[in-house]
């Protein structure tokens, strides 16, 4: 039976939310529709995770093309935006790639008012630490390019260290001692759920259909163009198709004949058994290869190295959950004791610059959004954003214009391998 359409502001008001709170979670009103897909879309994007969303919004919101298709195999959210650990930093050190992520932690910081959602977005800063004189040389420098690019970071003492993670061992007892480390305080994490969900129900306001469980299955070619994508719901005839699929960039785009310089790892993370409130920061280590913050649960999220063979799974190998938890509690010790209460994995497109591709393909209609990396979910407006401009007028916007295909062919690389201060 389909429901009555509900104005958006009656929908979602604070009366309308207080009513529906106590009617014993009955009968909510659905957040976007679930169409039948048409027959044909003037623009159909293949993803429903973050990227996908973002585009759709913002090529209905700010160039008025609403006849879009956002499909996706499963649900919405359920691929690697729902599958990571929810940092978001603009901590980089080339000019070409840090406007573009320092863009999307603004567009991060006023997104909870623009989609009238509130996605949780905590600025807690992201302190990453050295142990050795070459760490900190290196820090000092990444510091200095950040700063040069309107960054703000700036480098730490070991005293300092000790006073904002008074739960780091920095005994001289460690196995490997602290000697400093910088801060990025504009960094922090999100609520990746609340992300997917926001875009999803803003674009679905401006018209924009969102079709799950919709698995592409081909493309039907005509004179060098994709006439129509094959889905297990059916032929959508389209003008344009853009790929925002992560690790599954390279068999979808494959379909087409088009061959993308990406290899897909896994990456995992865990998290603990909820705590009382022990971490206000997102603590990194390169040396450790181990990054660890607090969710609002209590619980500690943990991410590490990306598993060392090619793969599509979800799972990943036991030697990566070890070497992580080690690195993790030669950092800080009194969580030896914490039971992990979950772990998942996520499927990583991964470039050979560690840089994303935001370009068209060899085939004419054909765009892509991937190479992410174990990055994504920081990107996600800049990145929807910029692939929205590229739909639109055809040309890269001025934040992704050395995100292209061809510098790998050209030698243009942008090797931001260990930007994060801990390199995948």
Known sequence: MTRPKVPFSQRFSAAALLRHGLSGQHNWPVMWRSPEPRKAYQAVIIGGGGHGLATAYYLARDWGIRDIAVIEKGWIGGGNTGRNTTVIRSNYYYPASTPFYQRSVELYEGLSDELNYNIMFSQRGIITLAFNPHELNLMARSVNAMQLNGIDASLLTRDEIARLVPICDMSDQARFRCIGGFIHPSGGTARHDAVAWGYARAADALGVDIIQQCEVLGFRMAGGKIASVETSRGSIATEQVAVAVAGNSSVVAGMAGVR?????????????????????????????????????????????????????????????????????????????????????????????????????????????????????????????????????????????????????????????????????
């Open 260 to 424: 993308l310089p990406i290899q897909t790892q896994t990456l995992q993370a865990f998290v603990s058994e909820p705590l009382k409130p022990v971490l206000d920061t997102v603590l990194m280590s390169g040396l450790h290869h181990t990054y660890v913050s607090q969710s609002d649960k209590g619980e500690m999220v943990i991410g590490g190295d990306s598993d060392a063979y090619i793969s599509y799974g979800q799972r990943g190998s036991f030697s990566t959950i070890e070497n992580t938890v080690t690195g993790l509690l030669e950092m800080i010790p009194l969580l030896s004791r914490v039971r992990l209460l979950r772990q998942w994995g996520g499927a990583c497109d991964l470039t050979p610059d560690r840089t994303p591709i935001i370009d068209r393909t060899t085939v004419e209609n054909m765009l892509v959004s991937t190479g992410w990396g174990t990055g994504g979910f920081k990107a996600i407006p800049s990145g929807g954003k910029s692939l929205a401009h590229l739909i639109a007028t055809g040309e890269a916007d001025r934040f992704s214009q050395a995100f292209t295909l061809d510098r790998f062919r050209q030698g243009k690389l942008i090797d931001e391998g260990a930007a994060s201060g801990v390199a995948h």
